[in-house]
Every structure is written in structure tokens, then in C-alpha cells.
């Protein structure tokens, strides 16, 4: 019988949620408030964990430098009073929070026409697409 090519996939997915499952408190109800998944080698990927303490004003975000993508996530903060205001430039993203800007200098070039970002549950998911060129050939 084939191997279906989505085995690991799914294979990968369940053990990362066992292991979820096991490390959460038995004391507490477990409440899921953001998620990414992103598929591919992690060797390829580099994360970056920004945190600002709660009085500068700075946006606590991760950054994961994929093969083909950067993705940004951050938690909106819960005292705002607005949406954040987000500007994608080809070497960096800015991210402006009731008047708190956040700016963030992207490891490559991006094309800011294709990259997009999502406001959904308190969760701020920005997607940024690499420019193809000679430096970078694998997008």
C-alpha cells in the first residue's frame, strides 16, 4: 500500500499535541488562545522572542524565519483601545499600538504587496513573503 505523504504530518501534529497535553496543569482548565503552524524543517527556521516589560510600551512578538516566509505573532495587548495598526515595508514591519510603535527589522528583503496580516482572538498573525533573488534562490 502507498505511504500517503501526509502520514508525518499528522504523525507530527499528534505527538506535538501529546506533549501539550502532558505538560498542561491538571489543576487548571487548559485554554488555547493563539496558535501557528508552520511546516517544514525547523533547522531552517530561526526564531527570535521579543519582550517588551509591561511599561515601555514595546510589542512582545515572535518572529520565525521560514523558507519562504517570516512569521510574526504577538498577543494584542488586553488594555488596548484600538486595533493595531500594522505597516509591512520590504526590510521591516512596523506595529503601532495607541500610539506605541514597534518597529521590527526583517532578516531579508519582503515583498510588501504579498504579505498580509490577521486580527483574530486577541492575536495579531502577520505573514511576509521573501523577495526571490540571487541571495536567496530557495523561494
Given at each position: 500500500?502507498?505511504?500517503?505523504?501526509?502520514?508525518?504530518?499528522?504523525?507530527?501534529?499528534?505527538?506535538?499535541?501529546?506533549?501539550?497535553?502532558?505538560?498542561?496543569?491538571?489543576?487548571?482548565?487548559?485554554?488555547?488562545?493563539?496558535c501557528t503552524i508552520i511546516s517544514g524543517s525547523a533547522d531552517s527556521s530561526v526564531l527570535e522572542d521579543e519582550e517588551g516589560s509591561d511599561d515601555d510600551g514595546s510589542f512582545d512578538y515572535e518572529l520565525i524565519d521560514g523558507p519562504?516566509?517570516?512569521?510574526?505573532?504577538?498577543?494584542?495587548?488586553?488594555?488596548?483601545?484600538?486595533?493595531?495598526?500594522?505597516?509591512?515595508?520590504?526590510?521591516?514591519?512596523?506595529?503601532?499600538?495607541?500610539?506605541?510603535?514597534?518597529?521590527?527589522?526583517?532578516?531579508?528583503?519582503?515583498?510588501?504587496?504579498?504579505s498580509r496580516s490577521v486580527i483574530k482572538n486577541g492575536m495579531l498573525d502577520i505573514v511576509c513573503r521573501k523577495v526571490l533573488n540571487e541571495n536567496n534562490p530557495e523561494v
Open positions: 500500500m502507498p505511504t500517503d505523504p501526509y502520514d508525518d504530518l499528522f504523525r507530527n501534529l499528534a505527538k506535538a499535541i501529546e506533549d501539550l497535553f502532558s505538560n498542561l496543569s491538571q489543576d487548571e482548565p487548559a485554554r488555547i488562545i493563539g519562504e516566509c517570516i512569521y510574526i505573532t504577538g498577543e494584542i495587548p488586553p488594555h488596548s483601545d484600538n486595533l493595531p495598526v500594522v505597516k509591512i515595508m520590504p526590510s521591516s514591519v512596523s506595529i503601532s499600538v495607541d500610539g506605541d510603535e514597534t518597529e521590527i527589522e526583517l532578516p531579508i528583503e519582503v515583498q510588501k504587496d504579498d
